[in-house]
């Protein structure tokens, strides 16, 4: 189904969300239509209940911004096709998501680095045995044990253990920028690409896809670049999308983790280069990406050999294609949607107005 028709065209989204021109992608708009799941409604609703059930948030925080944080929005029009308890389990792990993001956060804004080494044990030994952290002491903990053993419900131990390698190196990425801003260290830009994959998760959101199309892929299938390029590609426009979007805050604020920011640093652009730097590599994966479809989407027609499982693997790569394609436009209108980007509109530009600044356990 369209998703929030007034914001399925250029023509309509401008009377209703404000796209500034220098973040402003005619090509998302025109070529990349938004869809939403038909669980939307439930899942917002439900995902909702799940921030204060597990205490993530506190209620008065849940019931200002939840719905505007557009977390749900986010996943629904991404992971189209899955079903209703897959979405619910991603959404759920992907609101925990920003929420340990804005804890990581929170604890080097205020100088808590044993707070933030107690979590980051913690979030280790819940990923290898999430059973036995579902009442831990700190919310978090405990939620982020729950959303993965869900997560882990749906497909065969290989996808379970490829998931917790991927997730224990973002868990060690995280670290690397805890120390890089405590220190303020701004990484080159090669240094840069490389983090940026692993804190913004690039291969969990990848792995995500399978349990949405209700299949392992094998690594024949994964691995290969007709499949792994517009995967990656998909990514990276999201990554870079979202530095776009916040190199002038995260400047203003002092901020070390931002393409931009390591291009001024490290290769003497000004900051306006710096901005059509970001822009251009932005657009250009979204032209590369239009590319690599069209080849993974011939891989995709291989597969098919007449055998069943070779229909199998051939339409589940073809639904995999169309969801990297929705990242593109869900990701694209998030950042113009949520209120986690509305930074003009909060009292203190320094403090979001829906985190808890308080660590685990702290009054």
Same mark, same amino acid.
């Given at each position: 189904?369209?998703?929030?028709?007034?914001?399925?065209?250029s023509?309509?989204?401008?009377?209703?969300?404000a796209?500034?021109?220098?973040?402003?992608? *005619?090509?998302?708009e025109?070529?990349?239509?938004?869809?939403?799941?038909?669980?939307w409604?439930?899942?917002?609703?439900?995902?909702?209940?799940?921030?204060l059930?597990?205490?993530?948030?506190?209620? =008065?925080?849940?019931?200002?911004h939840?719905?505007?944080?557009?977390?749900?929005?986010?996943?629904a029009?991404?992971?189209?096709?899955?079903?209703?308890?897959?979405l619910?389990?991603?959404?759920?792990?992907?609101?925990?998501?920003?929420?340990?993001?804005?804890?990581?956060?929170? =604890?080097?804004?205020h100088?808590? *680095?044993?707070?933030?080494?107690?979590?980051?044990?913690?979030?280790?030994?819940?990923? =290898?045995?999430p059973?036995?952290?579902?009442?831990? &002491?700190d919310?978090?903990?405990?939620a982020?044990?729950d959303?993965?053993?869900r997560l882990f419900?749906?497909?065969? *131990?290989?996808?379970?253990?490829?998931?917790?390698?991927?997730?224990?190196?973002?868990?060690?990425?995280?670290d690397?920028?805890?120390?890089?801003?405590?220190?303020?260290?701004?990484?080159?830009?090669?240094?840069?690409?490389?983090?940026?994959?692993l804190?913004?998760?690039?291969?969990?959101?990848?792995?995500?896809?399978?349990?949405s199309?209700?299949?392992?892929?094998?690594d024949?299938?994964?691995?290969n670049?007709?499949? &792994?390029?517009?995967?990656?590609?998909?990514?990276?426009f999201? +990554?870079?999308?979202?530095?776009?979007?916040?190199?002038?805050?995260?400047?203003?604020g002092?901020?070390v983790h931002?393409?931009?920011?390591?291009l001024?640093?490290?290769?003497?652009?000004?900051?306006?280069?710096?901005?059509?730097?970001?822009?251009r590599?932005?657009?250009?994966?979204?032209?590369?990406?239009?590319?690599?479809?069209?080849?993974?989407l011939r891989? +995709?027609?291989?597969?098919?050999?007449g055998t069943v499982?070779?229909?199998?693997?051939?339409?589940?790569?073809?639904?995999?294609?169309?969801n990297?394609?929705?990242?593109?436009?869900?990701?694209?209108?998030?950042?113009?949607?949520?209120?986690?980007?509305?930074?003009?509109?909060?009292?203190d530009?320094?403090?979001p107005?829906?985190?808890?600044?308080?660590?685990a356990?702290?009054?």
């Open positions: 189904m369209p998703a929030f028709p007034h914001s399925t065209t023509t309509s989204t401008s009377a209703t969300v796209v500034p021109p220098s973040l402003a992608l *005619p090509v998302i025109a070529a990349f239509p938004r869809q939403l799941h038909p669980y409604p439930e899942l917002q609703e439900n995902t909702r209940r799940w921030l059930e597990k205490r993530l948030m506190p209620a =008065d925080k849940v019931a200002e939840a719905d505007s944080l557009r977390y749900t929005d986010l996943m029009g991404y992971y189209l096709g899955a079903p209703d308890e897959v619910q389990a991603i959404a759920d792990y992907s609101a925990w998501f920003f929420v340990w993001d804005d804890r990581h956060d929170r =604890d080097i804004v100088g808590r *680095p044993a707070s933030w080494r107690r979590l980051r044990r913690a979030l280790h030994a819940a990923l =290898d045995s059973g036995d952290h579902l009442h831990h &002491r919310p978090l903990v405990a982020f044990a959303s993965v053993l419900s749906f497909l065969p *131990p290989t996808w379970n253990a490829r998931f917790g390698r991927h997730f224990h190196a973002v868990i060690e990425a995280y690397r920028e805890f120390v890089n801003r405590t220190e303020g260290i701004v990484p080159t830009v090669r240094e840069y690409l490389a983090l940026r994959r804190t913004f998760a690039h291969w969990i959101w990848t792995d995500l896809l399978e349990p199309v209700g299949l392992e892929l094998p024949v299938v994964r691995k670049p007709a499949y &792994r390029r517009p995967a990656l590609l998909s990514q990276e999201a +990554a870079w999308y979202n530095d776009l979007c916040s190199l002038p805050k995260e400047i203003a002092d901020e931002n393409l931009g920011i390591s001024v640093k490290h290769e003497g652009l000004t900051l306006e280069e710096a901005i059509a730097d970001l822009r590599r932005v657009e250009q994966c979204v032209a590369e990406f239009l590319e690599a479809e069209e080849a993974g891989f +995709a027609d291989g597969l098919a050999d499982r070779g229909k199998e693997l051939g339409a589940a790569v073809r639904a995999c294609l169309g990297m394609r929705n990242w593109f436009s869900s990701v694209y209108w998030f950042h113009h949607e949520s209120g986690r980007y509305m930074v003009d509109s909060w009292d530009r320094s403090t107005p829906y985190v808890d600044n308080e660590a356990g702290e009054k």
